[in-house]
């Protein structure tokens, strides 16, 4: 018997839509906070998680109230002088809305697709509508001391405690977004340190501790 291409195109796309949620179903990472942590281990653990939060991967989308995503990084040298980092190309700028209705969403280079590889220099993609970090989650230029302040402030950080965070991590990579592309972008591009799993460790380390914060 023969099924018409339409059909077999649409069996396709059911059958990868099944897989994709057999493999959702487990978490991509455990939180397992430790039963107890000194300041010292806990700004131990803030070091690597400034690492990570102020890595390109990260910081080129946490941007402030200018709107405007960065490309840092070695994949996109030349820079500016006096600078290791330009604006996003053909002059993006997301708007109040952080997604660019105001003028180009980020979702017409930017599509939307469980599948995080794509090929170098073409726009990356994830599970997620693509758009900038809230302005008050800014990230790109901050000291450690200013990231940690942001991190530990409810009012900046989604109304989250530290399991919050942990919390926010694991789904937000259960639905293939933004985190877990940080440490999966394909095309060359470098990824974010350490893994996902050692980035929720260091988070519950680091809220064990009390959230200790490193001096300016």
Not at 41 to 47: D, K, N, P, R, T
Not at 164 to 173: E, K, P, R, T, W
Request: with cysteine.
């Amino acid at each position: 018997m023969k099924f018409p291409i339409l059909s077999v195109a649409l069996l396709s796309i059911s059958l990868a839509s099944l897989t994709f949620a057999a493999e959702s179903s487990a978490p991509i990472a455990d939180i397992n906070p430790p039963a107890s942590a000194t300041v010292a281990e806990g700004l131990e653990a803030f070091s690597r998680i400034f690492e990570v939060t102020s890595h390109p991967r990260c910081a080129n989308c946490h941007v402030g109230e200018d709107n405007r995503p960065r490309w840092s990084g070695p994949s996109y040298a030349p820079f500016p002088p006096g600078q290791d980092w330009r604006y996003h190309g053909m002059n993006i700028n997301a708007g109040d809305s952080r997604i660019g209705v105001e003028t180009m969403p980020c979702s017409a280079c930017h599509q939307t697709t469980p599948d995080l590889e794509s090929k170098p220099h073409t726009p990356p993609h994830f599970g997620i509508d693509w758009q900038l970090a809230p302005a008050q989650f800014e990230w790109f230029g901050k000291s450690p001391s200013e990231i940690c302040a942001q991190l530990k402030d409810p009012t900046r950080n989604g109304a989250r405690d530290w399991q919050g965070l942990a919390h926010h991590l694991v789904d937000d990579a259960g639905h293939r977004g933004p985190v877990l592309w940080g440490w999966n972008p394909s095309g060359n591009r470098e990824a974010a340190p350490y893994s996902l799993q050692q980035h929720v460790d260091d988070i519950t380390i680091w809220g064990v501790a009390g959230q200790p914060c490193p001096a300016e």
